[in-house]
């Protein structure tokens, strides 16, 4: 019975948290501050011919940087399988940094290299007539393509080394050239591989804000997250036009995900007895377009934006850029020695929510995943709350959090605080600790718990002295992933930021929108170097747990 209870009050707490604000997402959409149903207002809105085009540039360039990624992943995938650059493993690790590094950052760094009297500018002067194609739409899909692929190469990759190549030598045996075996073996069978990548980075796409609130705002390209974000937090705000737009994007993200599960489920082969060990080109002219490839896209994907943040921070006088001499430390010293100290508060005040929100979404992970373990529809009703908020894009939680939590402020003030900010974070990253601890479940199996009750221990003493210790790693992980993400974190941080309250993400963006680059490129540079030491502890955690 008390089991049964604690699972009831989960499932209404998952509900509270995560269902009941998207509910007010499409709830104020169809009714009005004063409590009328009005469907016309969100007609009008989806309507107005401004809007209409944010929804269609929203589309346009998630296509496109789908296609770009797809161009860019796919050779990668076959050179870091099939060419002698799959020995070298450290690449997996540094092409993924483009991924790990924060979008709205990259951005800013391109934009530094690549305006007038930038830094390529500087370094090439001849080059001044390259740039203007630069701002526009072209590389705004250029810049968000070097953030998707490594997520999408390493999609790829794996489908490949599944594939094995028992299937390619069958078709060599009966005669295929090599073209032939690619066209239609290899090709076919990863079809459903690159369709779910390729839905993957779509709506990836569509709920990224950082990029195109940086680079999409100064070449004027509008879209869905910096609509919302504009109505939901510049006065007038109006939180019915946010919540037409959110719904709009919930609905396009829920097909695309049911799109990618049909696929998922009929496109996917299982190949039995399939060789895992693939054939490595021996063909020297191979090996060297593969690391003349691969050594492009390091540079262009990862040198140059931190090239230019790093550069930036040191520049003293920006007037005279790369001079000689005219490089400095004092913006570090303003950035943490100042008498407001703002840089160090921010990163203070990020550091805190963050590790905050990381503890009671590992705590309510580990409560889900337990749960999520046993069977009944009440277990799957659980885990289908705590892994909603995979589906729904950032912004759209933060929109619907902050209507719901305004209307209930006259019971519980906790909307515009702090507090506030840790419950957003928890909620829309609740996944990453209930995904890790059930992983760290699955591993331990039932066998020690089952024979802990035989030998007469209770619940509590199966779960503190066998099952939390060796969930302990996973549950671990779990927390460093919440953390570095939160405290990175950008379109939340902007939308519920109590008043004179600056993280580190919205510290960045104003002190770029301000004119003080260089103090926002320091802050750029320190939250890179905090969360890549985050990212080796998370390594090293992972290592010694399969040890």
């Known amino acids: 019975m008390k089991k049964k209870t604690g699972m009831v009050l989960l499932a209404v707490l998952l509900g509270f948290m995560i269902v009941l604000p998207i509910i007010s997402v499409f709830a104020r959409t169809v009714i009005s501050e004063d409590g009328r149903f009005d469907i016309a207002n969100a007609a009008t809105v989806l309507s107005d011919p401004a809007n209409a085009k944010t929804i269609l540039n929203s589309l346009w360039l998630a296509l496109l940087v789908s296609i770009v990624s797809t161009l860019i992943s796919t050779p990668l995938a076959f050179i870091l399988t099939r060419t002698k650059l799959a020995r ?30 930038g830094l390529f500018q500087q370094l090439f002067p001849w080059t001044e007539s390259w740039l203007e194609g630069f701002f526009s739409l072209a590389g705004l899909v250029m810049v968000m393509s070097f953030h998707s692929f490594p997520f999408m190469t390493g999609m790829i990759k794996n489908a490949i080394l599944n594939l094995g190549s028992a299937m390619e030598e069958s078709a060599a045996i009966c005669g295929e050239k090599p073209i032939g075996i690619f066209r239609k073996v290899t090709m076919p069978l990863l079809t459903g591989n690159y369709a779910i990548a390729l839905m993957l ?55 695309i995900w049911r799109l990618q599960d049909y696929i998922t489920r009929t496109h996917t082969y299982s190949l039995v007895q399939a060789k895992r060990t693939l054939p490595i080109s021996q063909k020297r002219i191979v090996t060297v377009l593969g690391t003349v490839y691969t050594s492009v896209l390091i540079l262009i994907s990862i040198v140059v934006p931190y090239f230019s943040i790093i550069a930036t921070s040191l520049i003293d006088k920006r007037g005279y850029g790369l001079a000689k001499g005219n490089f400095t430390l004092a913006h570090y010293g303003e950035l943490f020695g100042s008498e407001s100290a703002k840089g160090l508060r921010a990163i ?50 933060a929109i619907g959090m902050m209507i719901l939590w305004n209307r209930i402020y006259a019971a519980v003030p ?69 953390f570095i993400i939160s405290f990175r974190e950008l379109v939340a941080s902007s939308l519920t930021s109590p008043p004179n309250v600056l993280t580190v993400s919205t510290f960045i963006t104003h002190e770029f929108e301000q004119g003080s680059v260089s103090v926002g490129m320091c802050m750029a540079a320190m939250c890179v170097l905090i969360t890549t030491v985050s990212l080796i502890a998370i390594n090293q955690l992972a290592a010694r747990k399969w040890k």
């Open 348 to 397: 203070g005040t990020s550091l805190s929510l963050a590790a905050a929100a990381a503890t009671i979404a590992s705590l309510i992970g580990m409560a889900v995943a337990m749960h999520m373990r046993k069977k009944g529809k009440l277990s799957q009703i659980i885990g289908a709350e705590a892994l909603l908020p995979e589906m729904i894009p950032n912004i759209v939680f």
């Open 88 to 117: 070298m493993k450290w690449l997996d690790i540094i092409l993924m940094i483009p991924f790990m590094t924060p979008p709205y950052i990259s951005a800013m760094g391109w934009i530094l290299f690549m305006q007038k009297r």
């Open 201 to 255: 980075v779509f709506v990836k796409t569509l709920s990224e804000y950082g990029t195109p609130a940086t680079l999409g705002s100064r070449i004027g390209f509008y879209v869905f997250t910096t609509n919302i974000h504009r109505y939901a937090s510049v006065a007038p705000i109006d939180f019915g036009k946010a919540s037409a737009l959110s719904s709009v994007l919930v609905i396009i993200c829920f097909a």
């Open 414 to 482: 906790l909307y515009n605080t702090r507090g506030f900010m840790v419950l957003v974070y928890v909620v829309m990253f609740l996944p990453y600790a209930v995904q890790y601890t059930t992983s760290a479940l699955i591993q331990i199996g039932d066998h020690l718990s089952e024979a802990g009750r035989i030998s007469g221990g209770s619940e509590s003493y199966v779960f503190w002295r066998i099952q939390f210790p060796l969930m302990f790693p996973g549950v671990v992980t779990g927390w460093m992933m919440i």
